[in-house]
């Protein structure tokens, strides 16, 4: 049930979902587009690499299970809690994924969460196709927080956010269960207003 706010939303109910999920450009030839069914392939084996297991505990089984998380994807574009892009170079080859999380439009805060395959990494992907993210979410659809946790562990996560212009506001003790375990977590944010660090 909906409970009447007292406050008028940051983002009106209906604003994002009566158009498409928008296609973004990042510098150096990034694109990031919605996930196409013939993506599948690409993003069951993302989910094979071992540094991407470690860090996700839900894995796909198949290219078919792939395939209804994209379509889940889709419906929570049109249900308004997230949205999950393709990170592609022109368009075409997927490099990785970005995703908003827990779209809260009466507050307008969501949570942000990326993945680069392999040969992608150490190239500045990440945190391009993040600060674009940003720039959207933040300056065009409306959001007013964007934030993001990471294992304390994860120090390429950790870079990435930093560089996106997502200020490190603390540690959630004990709070992610990763493949070895309960990790203690990185709290990000980027509100609007603020910049990305280069």
């Not at 406050?7 to 009566?18: E, F, K, N, S, V």
């Not at 929570?76 to 439009?105: K, P």
Request: glycine letters at 10%.
């Amino acid at each position: 049930m909906r409970v009447p706010l007292s406050t008028p939303p940051a983002i009106p109910a209906g604003a994002l979902a009566a158009g498409a999920q928008p296609t973004l450009a990042a510098p150096g030839g990034l694109v990031l587009r919605p996930w196409e069914p013939s993506d599948a392939p690409v993003f069951l084996a993302a989910y094979r690499d071992p540094e991407i297991r470690h860090w996700h505990t839900r894995h796909p089984a198949s290219e078919s299970q792939v395939r209804e998380w994209f379509e889940g994807y889709h419906r929570a574009w049109a249900g308004e809690t997230g949205a999950s892009w393709a990170v592609t170079r022109d368009g075409v080859e997927v490099l990785g994924r970005i995703a908003l999380t827990g779209m809260d439009l009466d507050d307008g805060v969501a949570g942000c969460a990326y993945w680069v395959l392999p040969a992608a990494r150490r190239a500045g992907v990440a945190s391009r196709a993040l600060t674009a993210l940003g720039r959207w979410a933040l300056d065009g659809a409306g959001f007013h927080r964007l934030h993001l946790d990471h294992s304390t562990r994860n120090l390429a996560s950790c870079r990435t956010a930093l560089r996106a212009g997502f200020r490190l506001e603390g540690t959630k003790r004990s709070d992610a269960v990763h493949a070895d375990g309960r990790h203690d977590m990185h709290l990000h944010a980027r509100i609007r207003g603020d910049r990305p660090a280069g």
